[in-house]
């Protein structure tokens, strides 16, 4: 099925991964588990989460019981922030195609796409991790197989 927003898979998983690591403050996740909570590749999520680091939104740790957590407080990062870290600034647009290609002398969708787009910019600048959190239902505890930072 269709949708008008899309989100590619890199900012899906990106935006996924932190609201999980936002769940667990307290904890670290190693890829593989990450991307098995999200049904995602784990070589995908891998080069997502590298680039998270790159920007400091994700702290890793090396080595085979490695893992990533969050840098910042939830309360503090945005999910603007994660998705901008993934697909770049975010650059209004006023037509679907490269040049204007309507012939009527006005957009087929009278300035729709500027003001969805800035909507959607604004939910995401407004809403931070620990927001998005607070709303999601709790994980199965998994102390079994996700390390406490507590204890590292």
Not at 34 to 43: D, F, H, V, Y
Not at 81 to 94: H, K, L, M, N, R
Request: glycine share 8%.
């Amino acid at each position: 099925m269709s949708s008008f927003v899309k989100i590619s898979e890199g900012a899906a998983l990106a935006l996924h991964a932190c609201a999980l690591l936002a769940q667990h403050p307290d904890d670290y996740f190693p890829v593989k588990i990450l991307a098995e909570r999200l049904q995602g590749s784990s070589a995908h999520l891998s080069k997502v989460m590298q680039r998270l680091a790159k920007t400091g939104l994700v702290t890793g740790l090396r080595g085979p019981k490695g893992g990533f957590y969050l840098a910042r407080p939830a309360s503090e990062i945005t999910l603007l922030e994660i998705f901008q870290a993934i697909e770049g600034t975010i650059a209004p647009v006023d037509c679907v195609f490269d040049e204007p290609v309507c012939a009527w002398g006005h957009c087929l969708f009278r300035g729709m796409i500027p003001t969805l787009d800035q909507k959607f910019a604004d939910y995401l600048q407004g809403t931070t991790l620990s927001a998005i959190a607070a709303k999601s239902r709790s994980l199965p505890d998994r102390r079994k197989t996700v390390p406490s930072r507590k204890n590292a």
